[in-house]
C-alpha cells in the first residue's frame, strides 16, 4: 500500500493523520497482548478457524512496531493530481502494460469474455496497485493485522480482516507465512483485503487455491469478478475528457448529478480535443480532478472503480491507464 494512494477494496481503508507513538492504546492499556489473543484465538474456534490454523498463523506472533509507525505516520493526501498522475500513468507503465496486455492476450480475452470486463481495466488496476505483481508489499499479513486489531485505534475493523485472513488460511488458499501484503493488511497483486478475497478471489485454474500472490489467472479472474459483481458493463469505457464552457453552472459537477450526453453536448460540453460527445444514449456525470483540474465525463463504470478506491485521482488515473494500454 503506497502511502499516495488511499485504498478502499471494496472498502479498504483511508488511514490518515499523525498522532503520537509513544501514547498507549486503549486496548493495549485495558490487557496485555497474550491475554488479548488467547481471547482472540478463543472467539476464532468458535467462528469454525482449525486448532492448526490458529497454531500455524500465531506462532511466535508479536505485535509490529513498525506498522503502527506506519498506521499513525500517514500524511494528509497532498500530491496534486499532476504529480499523481505522472507517478501513475508514466511511459513506462503503459509500455509495460502493452507487452504484459499482449502477453496475455488469450488468457485475458477468455476471462473478459466470461466476466464482462474489457483485459485493458483489469491489466490497468494490476499495474496501478502493484506496478504488473512488482511491489505487493513486505509483511506478514496475519501478524499485521492482529498488530492494529490490538492496538484498538480502528480495532473493530481489523479485527474482522484478522478473522477473514485466518479463515483463508483455513480453507487452504496459502499458508500463514506465505500470505504477505501491506503493513494494513492488502494482499497480493491485487492488493485485497482479507474480506475482499473472501468475497470476490477466484480460483480459476481449479487448483483448490485462489492464489493472488503468484498465479496471474487467478489474479486476472479475481480482479474481473470483483468489477462484474460491483456493476461492471463491458460495452461502457469509464469516460473521457472534456471541454466545458464556463458558463456551466457549478451545480451540475459531480457524482450526483447524472444527464443524458446530449444534454452535456447541448450544454456546450465537447471532448477535450474539441470533437463532439458520443452520439449514444448514455447517462453521464462530470468530474473534475481537482479545483480548476481537468474535467471528465465518467460513465458507471467510472463509479464501479471507486468502489475499488474511493480516491478520485485513482480512479480518474485507473480509467486514463486502461485507455492508453489500450491503444484508445
Known amino acids: 500500500m503506497r502511502p499516495w494512494v488511499h485504498r478502499v477494496v471494496p472498502a479498504l481503508l483511508t488511514l490518515a493523520g499523525i498522532v503520537n507513538l509513544g501514547a498507549a492504546s486503549t486496548r493495549a492499556a485495558e ?5 488479548w489473543l488467547a481471547g482472540l484465538r478463543t472467539e476464532a474456534l468458535g467462528r469454525g478457524i482449525s486448532q492448526s490454523t490458529l497454531d500455524q498463523s500465531f506462532a511466535n506472533v508479536a505485535p509490529i512496531p513498525r506498522v503502527l509507525e506506519l498506521d499513525r505516520a500517514q500524511p494528509e493526501f497532498t500530491l496534486t493530481y499532476a504529480k499523481y498522475f505522472a507517478r501513475v500513468v508514466n511511459d513506462q507503465r503503459v509500455l509495460r502494460g502493452r507487452e504484459l496486455l499482449k502477453t496475455h492476450k488469450t488468457l485475458l480475452a477468455e476471462i473478459g469474455q466470461k466476466y464482462g470486463v474489457q483485459p485493458r481495466f483489469i491489466v490497468a488496476l494490476w499495474g496501478i496497485e502493484t506496478d504488473f505483481g512488482r511491489i505487493t508489499g513486505g509483511f506478514n499479513v496475519i501478524p499485521a493485522l492482529a498488530t ?8 473493530n475493523f ?7 485472513a485466518l479463515a483463508i488460511v483455513d480453507k487452504g488458499h496459502i499458508a500463514a507465512r506465505d500470505m504477505r501484503g501491506s503493513w494494513a493488511g492488502a494482499m497480493g497483486q491485487p492488493q485485497f483485503m482479507p474480506s475482499t ?31 462484474a459483481k460491483s456493476g461492471w458493463r463491458d460495452d461502457l469505457t469509464w469516460g473521457r475528457a472534456v471541454q466545458v464552457p464556463a458558463a456551466v453552472d457549478r451545480a451540475n459537477y459531480g457524482l450526483g448529478v447524472s444527464k443524458p450526453l446530449a444534454e452535456w453536448q447541448a450544454m456546450g460540453v465537447s471532448r477535450r480535443e474539441g470533437g463532439p460527445l458520443p452520439a ?16 471528465f465525463l465518467v460513465y458507471d ?3 464501479v472503480i471507486m468502489k ?3 480516491s478520485t485521482f485513482f480512479a480518474l488515473s485507473a480509467g486514463q491507464l486502461a485507455d492508453r494500454i489500450g491503444g484508445e
Not at 280 to 295: D, F, K, M, Q
Open 148 to 155: 492494529l486489531a490490538y492496538d484498538g485505534r480502528r480495532s
Open 280 to 295: 449514444r444514449p448514455i447517462n453521464a456525470s462530470l468530474v473534475e480532478a481537482e479545483a480548476n483540474g481537468p474535467t
Open 308 to 310: 475499488w478506491n474511493r
Open 31 to 35: 490487557t496485555d497482548f497474550a491475554t
Open 301 to 303: 463504470n467510472y463509479r
Open 158 to 164: 481489523f479485527r474482522g480482516e484478522l478473522f477473514a
Open 197 to 227: 478475497f473472501l468475497g470476490f478471489a477466484v480460483d480459476y485454474n481449479g487448483d483448490g487455491r485462489a492464489d493472488i500472490w503468484t498465479t496471474p489467472v487467478d489474479v486476472f479472474a479475481s480482479a474481473a469478478n470483483y468489477l
